[in-house]
């Protein structure tokens, strides 16, 4: 059976990249396949998540690059090789620019820790969004999943879920709510539904 190829970029713990890895081996990911993983952090453990699952792993640093443009370019070139036709930014903390993201139409998904249009764009990523989130006195907060275009945040939706925020909160464990009860469930689920689309066209 014919499977949409994915890359996952990464830049830190991976636990999304994990959730990604058990939704393939559990069944949830049927349409697709996680061919390359690619960090702009060295020692990202994302990339231990992925040479544990046998996924190939490639590091792109911007430092080794002369400017943002070569970093992409080597980006742009990783997933050529594998022919990727699917890019998750699974906790990809470097924004791309409009002409990364023009290249792909449709084919980047990002998952980010708020309920968007709230506390997004940039400079929210990470706990901040969450700390953010707790300093507006927020009472729900949740994560989306969306296409990638070239406003921050700002591409089309393809799922939400909204998660809960209690008294006494800090930013970790609501940082922990919000994965385990959003993000992990329809990262997976969001990357399901756009491979079944592209690979039925
Ligand atoms: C996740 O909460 C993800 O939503 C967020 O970073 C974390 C990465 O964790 N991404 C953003 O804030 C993007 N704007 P992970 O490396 O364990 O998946």
Redesign the pocket.
Known sequence: MKKAKIGVL????????QALIDAQNSGIITDGEIKVVISNKADAY?LERAKKAGIDTEVVLKKDCVDFSEFEQKIIDTLTKYEIDIIV???F?SILSESFTSRYPERII????SLIPSFCGKG???LT?HEKALEYGVKVTG?TVHFVNEIP?GGKIIMQKAVEIKEGDTPEVL?KR??EQA?WIILPQSVQKVAKDIISK
């Open positions: 990464v830049s830190g713990g991976g636990t999304n990249l994302a930014l699974a906790g903390m990002n998952v980010h820790p929210f990523y990470g969004v994560a945040d940082q919000v994965m993000e």
